[in-house]
T-cell receptor
């Protein structure tokens, strides 16, 4: 089955620690995204990538880093510089079609908490 | 600043009624509009896409788009308790990358048996 796989489902971070969230897709989508969702809030874009080896900052990139070495994979690192990392992290992907924006499809998410 | 506003909830309707969810957006050049359903503790699930003015129907769901008024809505007919969820409106950017979507904060819908 095609889809987006995020792991782990739950993650705990100690103070001063960097943690990496995994996102893998087998939909052959060009673009991938990372969002953060806080309780009662909408989705805020952290980073996105339209093509391998290229990515752009979203609205709240500070304290996060990404890489896009393979089309299928877009891992997110939450660094120790991110002082309030507790949130629900969602990875999504999409593919272009002409000039129209395309829907994004989401993985099941990773819940990150501070120990 | 690209903004997407949704009617504040929560919205409560009885089973079998029509639920109406509304969304306005600030970017007049936006071309693509999406509705997602998000159950508590789960990730968003795409339920409707609409690109042209007018209505688009899919089962019990109808999306309505009015680009002149910068307004998109979602109607759910014969609402069921299983429709209880947060509904997110998403709109693409017209300038720069059309890959990006801006999401509203969502409207929580409760369907009472």
């Amino acid at each position: 089955d095609g889809g987006i796989t995020q792991s782990p489902k739950y993650l705990f971070r100690k103070e001063g620690q960097n943690v990496t969230l995994s996102c893998e897709q087998n939909l052959n989508h060009d673009a991938m995204y990372w969002y953060r969702q806080d309780p009662g809030q909408g989705l805020r874009l952290i980073y996105y990538s339209q093509i391998v080896n290229d990515f752009q900052k979203g609205d709240i990139a500070e304290g996060y880093s990404v890489s896009r070495e393979k089309k299928e994979s877009f891992p997110l690192t939450v660094t120790s510089a991110q002082k309030n990392p507790t949130a629900f992290y969602l990875c999504a992907s999409s593919t272009p079609r002409g000039g129209e924006g395309q829907p994004q499809h989401f993985g099941d998410g990773t819940r990150l908490s501070i120990l | 600043q690209k903004e997407v506003e949704q009617n504040s909830g929560p919205l409560s309707v009885p089973e079998g009624a029509i639920a109406s969810l509304n969304c306005t957006y600030s970017d007049r050049g936006s071309q693509s509009f999406f509705w997602y359903r998000q159950y508590s503790g789960k990730s968003p699930e795409l339920i409707m896409s609409i690109y042209s003015n007018g209505d688009k129907e899919d089962g019990r769901f109808t999306a309505q788009l009015n680009k002149a008024s910068q307004y998109v809505s979602l109607l759910i007919r014969d609402s069921q308790p299983s429709d209880s969820a947060t509904y997110l409106c998403a709109v693409n950017w017209s300038g720069g990358s059309n890959y990006k979507l801006t999401f509203g904060k969502g409207t929580l819908l409760t369907v009472n048996p």
